[in-house]
């Protein structure tokens, strides 16, 4: 009997996949352990990492930042392969802008000192929902707003009590992008206070997130990713039939997992890691497409139900040559806006701006001085972006700074003498991102839902079939993605490291540990 090497498929060229094929190959290239291929559905290397440009600048449709750089291990790689400095701008290559200039609906430009208090308040609310003590700060807060109620009286109809209302909504709205839940609601806030952030600066990649991407399957032999294959069945043996030891055809070791792919082909392996979204998983479990045969167990298909998964998408809107600054050395010459709304139902709000924009808290320059303004939506207006022409999107854009901007700023950058289109602020072009539709991501990112726990995350991450050693072959699938981390879910490291510990896992099942790195 002749036995073949090993065979391992990897689903998905995002960054869970291409680090365990990078560790396998790494590890084992020299002993030409594995017969190893990643496939990807799609037509580019990166998943929910997508590096493009937008008029001249450097911009991520995806992953955008690193979450902190001590101990990150995509920061490691950025500072290795030289991907921190670049000569072309990028975004938010100032990293995180401090103080946004916060305008009321009307044109209101509300003082720090009214806004500071109310978010000071809320971040203390949602550090008491994640389990920590609520303070004195909570009450002391509550007094120093009442203090503020002579500094109210210029700001038209804005009662405190409405300002509060819109200040949290603001901060709803940019909490719900870090997230990606639609409603906040439906966050389970204990279970989300075991997320863990790596100290230090929250910064982005001058050369793009893609060069990460790139530098881990450089070292892949060619034909080692395939890209265009999308598989569309997965067949495995939960059982051997009759417990026999060894299935033997043809001479050779047969493989336990049949892969089909959208042209009809067939791949078979020994062990197949997916690395695919959770968005994807949960459409493979919920309709009849028949993806696993026979179906996941249900630990596997109650995890994959629970948890959250929500829609986070950009829209980038590049200013018209018609508001060009004037003066090249000018800073902030259009502002960092934080937008405080009248609530849908308010009588006060301004009738024309559309029900998405209500549910956006930002808008700003993608750098200073840049002229592409981005904005985030999660949840259902991002999903509803995604159908919108361009055409509509600048109108609602517009109007809606038609009421924000119907004030001089005070340099003068912006100005109220052209109300045509955003009070002299026009635009010439748009891109969105569309995670929401997209057949094979289905979505942004995950979090911990309200009924759903760390341990369904823990679930996500165990291999298939679960406790039969004998009465079947062993790791015939395995799971990696941001999706299966119960620390560092939602983010390109959590990713990162699940495709480490699943390249471990086959690594110390075929006694490669210790030996060969």
């Given at each position: 009997?002749v036995v073949?090497?090993?065979k391992?498929?990897?689903?998905?060229a995002?960054?869970?996949?291409?680090?365990?094929?990078?560790?396998?190959?790494?590890?084992?290239?020299?002993?030409?352990m594995?017969?190893?291929?990643?496939?990807?559905?799609?037509?580019?290397?990166?998943?929910?990492?997508?590096?493009s440009?937008?008029?001249?600048?450097?911009?991520?449709?995806?992953?955008?930042?690193?979450?902190?750089i001590?101990?990150?291990?995509?920061h490691?790689?950025?500072?290795?392969?030289?991907?921190?400095?670049?000569?072309?701008?990028?975004?938010?290559?100032?990293?995180?802008?401090?103080?946004?200039?916060?305008?009321?609906?009307?044109?209101?430009?509300?003082?720090?000192?009214?806004?500071?208090p109310?978010?000071?308040l809320?971040?203390?609310?949602?550090?008491?929902?994640?389990?920590?003590?609520l303070?004195?700060?909570?009450?002391?807060?509550?007094?120093?707003?009442?203090?503020?109620?002579?500094?109210?009286?210029?700001?038209?109809?804005?009662s405190?009590?409405?300002?509060?209302?819109?200040?949290?909504?603001?901060?709803?709205?940019a909490?719900?992008?870090?997230?990606?839940?639609?409603?906040?609601?439906?966050?389970?806030y204990?279970?989300?206070?075991?997320y863990?952030?790596f100290?230090?600066?929250?910064i982005?990649?001058?050369?793009?997130?893609?060069?990460?991407?790139e530098?881990?399957?450089?070292?892949?032999?060619?034909?080692?990713?395939?890209?265009?294959?999308?598989?569309?069945k997965?067949?495995?043996?939960?059982?051997?039939?009759?417990?026999?030891?060894?299935?033997?055809?043809?001479?050779y070791c047969?493989?336990?997992?049949?892969?089909?792919f959208?042209?009809?082909?067939?791949?078979?392996?020994?062990?197949?890691?997916?690395?695919?979204?959770l968005?994807?998983?949960k459409?493979?479990?919920?309709?009849?497409?028949?993806?696993?045969?026979?179906?996941?167990?249900?630990?596997?298909?109650?995890?994959?139900?629970?948890?959250?998964?929500?829609?986070?998408n950009?829209?980038?809107?590049?200013?018209?040559?018609?508001?060009?600054?004037?003066?090249?050395?000018s800073?902030?010459?259009?502002?960092?806006?934080?937008?405080?709304?009248?609530?849908?139902?308010?009588?006060?709000r301004?009738?024309?701006?559309?029900?998405?924009?209500r549910?956006?808290?930002?808008?700003?320059?993608?750098?200073?001085?840049?002229?592409v303004?981005?904005?985030?939506?999660?949840?259902?207006?991002?999903?509803?972006?995604?159908?919108?022409?361009?055409?509509?999107?600048?109108q609602?854009?517009?109007?809606?700074?038609s009421?924000?901007?119907?004030?001089?700023?005070?340099?003068g950058?912006?100005?109220?003498?052209?109300?045509?289109q955003?009070?002299?602020?026009?635009?010439?072009?748009?891109?969105?991102?569309?995670?929401g539709t997209?057949?094979?991501?289905?979505?942004?990112?995950?979090y911990?839902?309200?009924?759903?726990?760390?341990?369904d995350?823990?679930?996500?991450?165990?291999p298939?079939?679960?406790?039969?050693?004998?009465a079947?072959?062993?790791?015939?699938?395995?799971?990696?993605?941001?999706?299966?981390h119960?620390?560092?879910?939602s983010t390109?490291?959590?990713?990162?490291?699940?495709?480490?510990?699943?390249?471990?896992?086959?690594?110390?099942?075929y006694h490669?540990?210790?030996?060969?790195?």
């Amino acid at each position: 009997m002749v036995v073949k090497k090993p065979k391992i498929v990897i689903i998905g060229a995002g960054m869970a996949g291409l680090t365990a094929a990078n560790k396998l190959h790494t590890v084992t290239a020299s002993k030409d352990m594995f017969e190893l291929y990643v496939v990807e559905g799609g037509t580019r290397l990166g998943g929910r990492i997508n590096t493009s440009e937008f008029c001249g600048d450097k911009i991520e449709m995806g992953a955008t930042w690193i979450h902190g750089i001590g101990g990150s291990p995509i920061h490691k790689i950025a500072q290795q392969i030289h991907s921190l400095e670049s000569d072309q701008p990028w975004e938010c290559m100032d990293g995180n802008l401090d103080e946004p200039t916060t305008i009321a609906e009307g044109g209101f430009i509300l003082n720090p000192s009214i806004v500071d208090p109310f978010t000071k308040l809320f971040n203390t609310l949602m550090d008491h929902a994640q389990g920590m003590k609520l303070s004195d700060s909570v009450s002391d807060t509550e007094k120093s707003l009442e203090k503020k109620q002579e500094e109210l009286k210029g700001y038209g109809k804005w009662s405190k009590k409405l300002l509060e209302e819109g200040i949290f909504a603001m901060h709803e709205n940019a909490q719900r992008t870090y997230t990606s839940a639609g409603d906040l609601l439906s966050l389970d806030y204990r279970a989300e206070s075991e997320y863990q952030m790596f100290p230090g600066e929250e910064i982005t990649i001058a050369k793009g997130y893609l060069s990460i991407i790139e530098s881990l399957a450089s070292v892949l032999p060619p034909g080692t990713v395939q890209l265009g294959r999308k598989v569309t069945k997965i067949e495995w043996q939960p059982e051997r039939k009759n417990h026999e030891p060894m299935n033997v055809e043809n001479g050779y070791c047969s493989r336990p997992v049949k892969l089909h792919f959208n042209d009809g082909s067939v791949m078979s392996a020994d062990h197949v890691i997916i690395t695919v979204s959770l968005g994807v998983l949960k459409a493979a479990i919920h309709d009849d497409s028949g993806m696993f045969y026979p179906p996941l167990p249900s630990f596997k298909a109650d995890a994959i139900s629970r948890l959250g998964f929500g829609v986070v998408n950009k829209i980038f809107m590049q200013l018209s040559p018609t508001h060009e600054r004037k003066n090249e050395h000018s800073e902030g010459w259009f502002p960092s806006l934080q937008m405080v709304f009248h609530s849908p139902q308010s009588e006060m709000r301004h009738k024309k701006i559309p029900w998405w924009m209500r549910r956006t808290a930002t808008l700003c320059p993608i750098y200073n001085n840049s002229s592409v303004l981005l904005s985030w939506f999660a949840g259902k207006e991002a999903l509803a972006l995604e159908s919108l022409k361009d055409e509509e999107i600048i109108q609602g854009v517009s109007t809606t700074l038609s009421s924000f901007l119907s004030h001089k700023f005070s340099n003068g950058n912006v100005n109220a003498e052209d109300n045509s289109q955003g009070y002299g602020v026009k635009f010439s072009k748009v891109l969105k991102t569309k995670w929401g539709t997209d057949p094979l991501f289905l979505g942004s990112y995950s979090y911990v839902a309200v009924g759903s726990s760390g341990d369904d995350l823990d679930a996500m991450a165990e291999p298939l079939p679960k406790d039969k050693p004998l009465a079947s072959p062993p790791l015939q699938i395995l799971f990696a993605g941001e999706a299966t981390h119960r620390t560092h879910y939602s983010t390109t490291h959590g990713a990162y490291f699940s495709g480490l510990r699943e390249a471990n896992r086959l690594l110390q099942h075929y006694h490669c540990l210790g030996i060969y790195n």
